[in-house]
Each structure stands twice: as structure tokens, then as C-alpha cells.
């Protein structure tokens, strides 16, 4: 495993155990954090996250980040579509 892959997920690890907290600004809506390796590989399976056309882009983000690729990357468990405190609330 790459160096920064491995950095990349200890920290989506330490933070979804609620050991780091997760900060972002409040008008963000950070719930992954994916290695560069990583999507390149998920750009693969869903070639629309890199599409030109926004509701497309959006909506390739939205089917991955419900899909189980998006398992180890996620910050927190899908709850609501708000993170809080590491758990996302659906």
C-alpha cells in the first residue's frame, strides 16, 4: 500500500472511531476522503464523477457515495446527508 493511501485511510479510520475530529467549514459537505491513487481506479467503475455536465458529476457522486466502494473512504456512517461530529445523517 502507498505511503499517502495508508495516511489518507488511518485517518478516515480515526476519525469515523471519533479519536480525530473532522473538520471542515459549515457550508461544506465533506463525507469522504479518497486517496488520488484511489479515484483515479473509482473514475473507472463511475466515469461520470470527472463529466463536464454538473447534474451528471452530481449525480455519479451521489450513486458512489451510497455504493459499497465508497466504504473506506467514507468519514462517518450514512445517516442523513449532514455530517456531525463523523456520522453523516441522511
Request: glycine share 4%; charged share 30%.
Amino acid at each position: 500500500m502507498r505511503p499517502d493511501r495508508f495516511a489518507v485511510l488511518e485517518q478516515v479510520r480515526r476519525v469515523r472511531e471519533g479519536i480525530d475530529p473532522h473538520r471542515h467549514a459549515p457550508f461544506a459537505q465533506h463525507t469522504m476522503r479518497i486517496p488520488e491513487h484511489d479515484f483515479y481506479a473509482l473514475c473507472k467503475l463511475y466515469p461520470d464523477l470527472i463529466s463536464t455536465d454538473p447534474e451528471t458529476r452530481q449525480a455519479a457522486w451521489a450513486r458512489l457515495e451510497t455504493s459499497p466502494f465508497s466504504e473506506p473512504y467514507r468519514i462517518g456512517k450514512v445517516v442523513r446527508g449532514v455530517t456531525r461530529n463523523g456520522v453523516i445523517l441522511k
